[in-house]
């Protein structure tokens, strides 16, 4: 291991393979240290960094010239986008990871760092995409509830700021951020934890993995809702400016959050369940 684990602020875990691993509580202080940490990392990634950013920006942008005069599709998307923000960020953390090593960024091996643990990053795949199909079928029930049947009739000059200033449009946003919220921070507990640590450990399975995330933000839970909402800030930032601020933010947040995972998570090689004295 790189240091050792402290016996203090830690909690103990073990995976289906009987692999140890020790979560920490952390501080809200720390995310200050993760972001800077981020930063000197696109510091030292620059080329890397703007790839990934202006990637990002460029998908932003285009779903909202195709869905501009569409308002239910466009937050819809949104809202799928800040779900798919870890498995985005993946590449960011191999990248961080060969700056952790001494290693030169490799922009090529990090677009593919997924095939390293094929199956299992698959299935977390598979499992996102369920969730984004689940709430995909909420919308539409949204705009019934609130019996907003020209929700998909804006003025193409207004564009999204027409829909929001509708009396239509406020009562549908006031339900869909609600369920929005929801369902983003359950895949942001089931996430935060669970690529980090399939691309650390080949080991670990996706279920063992979330199963961690999930109580790891729940071991830190004032933190982990901090850190959340810092997220998602960032993300909306990076939607309203129509992809623009993406360019900072995405790496940025990717790279702090690989920080995260490293203050949150260490795998202990060199004991397991068997070694439990259960006597």
Known sequence: MAHLISAQNTHDHYTESGEHIVSRDVSISQIGVWLKKGWMDMAHAPVASLFYG????????????????????????STFFIMLTPFLATGLYAI??????????????????????????ALFALALGIIIAIWGRITPLIAAVVKSNSL?????????????????????MAY?????????????????VTIPLLLRDTKVGVISAMVLSFQVVMENK??????????????????????????????????????????????????????????
């Open 176 to 192: 869909f951020l609600v369920g929005a919220a929801i369902v983003s921070a359950f895949v942001f507990a089931i996430s935060v």
């Open 152 to 172: 998909l009739i804006v003025n193409p000059d207004l564009g999204v700021m027409g829909f929001l200033a509708s009396d239509a449009g406020m009562s549908f």
């Open 96 to 121: 961080s990871i060969n700056i952790s090593k001494g290693e030169y960024p490799n922009l090529f091996n990090s677009m593919f760092a997924w095939r390293k643990n094929v199956t299992e990053f």
């Open 222 to 279: 004032l933190t982990m809702a901090v850190w959340a909402l810092v997220i998602a800030s960032s993300i909306v930032l990076g939607l309203v400016t129509l992809g623009l601020a993406m360019i900072i933010v995405m790496p940025l947040l990717g790279y702090a959050s690989w920080h995260a995972f490293n203050d949150l998570i260490e795998v202990d090689d060199n004991k397991t369940v068997n070694d439990i004295d259960l006597s």
């Open 54 to 77: 202006l990637v990002i920006a460029f998908t932003v942008y285009a779903v909202h010239s195709v869905f501009k005069a569409e308002p239910l599709m466009l937050f819809n998307l």
